[in-house]
């Protein structure tokens, strides 16, 4: 599928001049990423490395995590210099989840599973603040129209670099770029829980959504459920309601 019109080249030229003007509009040093083994993780890293040099921090948090992510992500590091460190959150959850589970609340699986992104969140504004850098999120332009991220979790940023690039763009720059093809290929997932997959948990597929967001040409019960996730979603999106109180 070809959906996209806007090249690699042109797409890494934009990006780099965007974060070296976002950088300097908040007066930060640089900018710290999550790394997860993923392609858009990966897209956004390498992304900071060649526009900041070494002002930059990669950082994988596991969490129950498979093992291959951590490997994907470290095989990133290595390949590109990417400054990085290593923050295990996985007793901070388990911990957490423990403590829920003795109030009087049920607590649903996938409540608990949006748990890790918001400690990834949380961990990351901790190092950025403390050296003097912005939150990079990773997510692109078809998770940010179907809603699929989690809200105060991996929404939590400051800026959104692949925000405006459909799926196929993120695997084509990210490939013009040298990222390893297992990374490039492999099943996109939020990694939370074993076996999970975003596509399947959103129903749809990233070609599906990049096609409905490019050109509109997609089957209408596609069409439905884009809108729906979309209409669902709007929340995540938005600034908190403010009340409004009237002055008499």
Known sequence: MKTYVRSPETIVAAIEKWLE????AAKAKGCVVGLSGGIDSALVAVLLR????????????PCHSLSEDQQDAEKLIELFSIPSTVVDITATYDTLVQRLKETNVYINPLALA???????????????????????????????????FTKHGDSGADIWPLGDLLKEE??????FLGIPEEIVY?????????????????GLTYDEIDSYIATGNVKEEVRKRIEERYRGSAHKRELPPVCIIPKK
């Open 50 to 61: 060649r526009a900041f040099g070494t002002n930059m921090l990669g950082v994988i948090m």
């Open 114 to 148: 949006n748990i890790k992104p918001r400690l990834r969140m949380t961990t990351l504004y901790a190092l950025a603040q403390s050296m003097g850098y912005l939150v990079c999120g990773t997510s692109n332009k078809a998770e940010i129209v179907a809603g699929y």
């Open 170 to 175: 993120v695997r084509e720059t990210s490939t």
């Open 21 to 24: 003007e976002k950088a300097s």
């Open 186 to 202: 492999k099943p996109p997932s939020a990694g939370l829980w074993k076996g999970q997959t975003d596509e399947a948990e959103m």
